[in-house]
């Protein structure tokens, strides 16, 4: 079955500096994953996929991820953070070969301080 | 462009009432996605559309979900007989194909007194 983890409820990061927000998954086959992003009251905003290629996936706002097959991992990173970044992101996959459900996990808490 | 709109944002109903809430997909998106999601979680899966067709609906909690898209672009998610276990955002996505980016409307929050 398909799973996402993203093992942080919250992250806590100054302004200015870098921020990586975690995420691992499981499928039985190839994954698609994504990144969204929640501010409060509003809907998910699409942030970033990888489906195939490069495993560094460059996004909105000036994030990326990086795919890495082996961790089973895709964690999302800004060099620099701002302040409006603070928001709730959810990681997701769908496995390519099985249907076209997308599973997200629990979501992480970003905090950026000023 | 027009996102995805849903109505009501909001709604409050008494246990037993039923509920309809309506999803405005993307023009030109086939594909449509209803999610459910509890304080505190990530979306979960309820059904999605590829045009008038409900191909899963496996996500449904119960007899008491059901969703249609008649003609192939709005479409309604009705609860019927409302529980307070039904409490929670409930999120519509749409996308060009089925497994192209889903683009999410702001939701729904549902309140069951």
């Known amino acids: 079955a398909q799973s996402v983890a993203q093992p942080e409820d919250q992250v806590n990061v100054a302004e200015g500096n870098p921020l990586t927000v975690k995420c691992t998954y499981s499928v039985s086959g190839n994954p698609y994953l994504f990144w969204y992003v929640q501010y409060p009251n509003r809907g998910l905003q699409f942030l970033l996929k990888?489906?195939?290629?490069?495993?560094l996936v460059k996004g909105s706002y000036g994030f990326e991820a990086e795919f890495n097959k082996s961790q089973t991992s895709f964690h999302l990173k800004k060099p620099s953070a701002l302040v409006s970044d603070s928001a709730l992101y959810f990681c997701?996959?769908?496995?390519?070969?099985?249907?076209?459900?997308?599973?997200f996990g629990k979501g992480t808490r970003l905090h950026i301080l000023p | 462009g027009a996102g995805v709109s849903q109505s009501p944002r909001y709604k409050v109903a008494k246990r037993g009432q039923d509920v309809a809430l309506r999803c405005d997909p993307i023009?030109?998106?086939?594909?449509l996605f209803w999610y459910q999601q509890a304080l505190g979680q990530g979306p979960e899966f309820l059904t999605y559309?590829?045009?008038?067709?409900?191909?899963?609906k496996s996500g449904l909690p119960s007899d008491r979900f059901f969703a249609e898209r008649p003609e192939g672009s709005v479409s309604t998610l009705k609860i019927q007989r409302t529980q307070q276990e039904d409490s929670a955002v409930y999120l519509c996505?749409?996308?060009?194909?089925?497994?192209?980016?889903?683009?999410f409307g702001p939701g729904t929050r549902l309140t069951v007194l």
């Open positions: 559309f590829q045009n008038e067709a409900q191909l899963d």
């Open positions: 023009s030109g998106h086939v594909s």
């Open positions: 996505a749409s996308s060009l194909g089925l497994t192209d980016t889903q683009y």
């Open positions: 990888y489906i195939t290629g490069d495993n």
């Open positions: 997701a996959v769908r496995d390519r070969n099985r249907d076209d459900k997308i599973i």
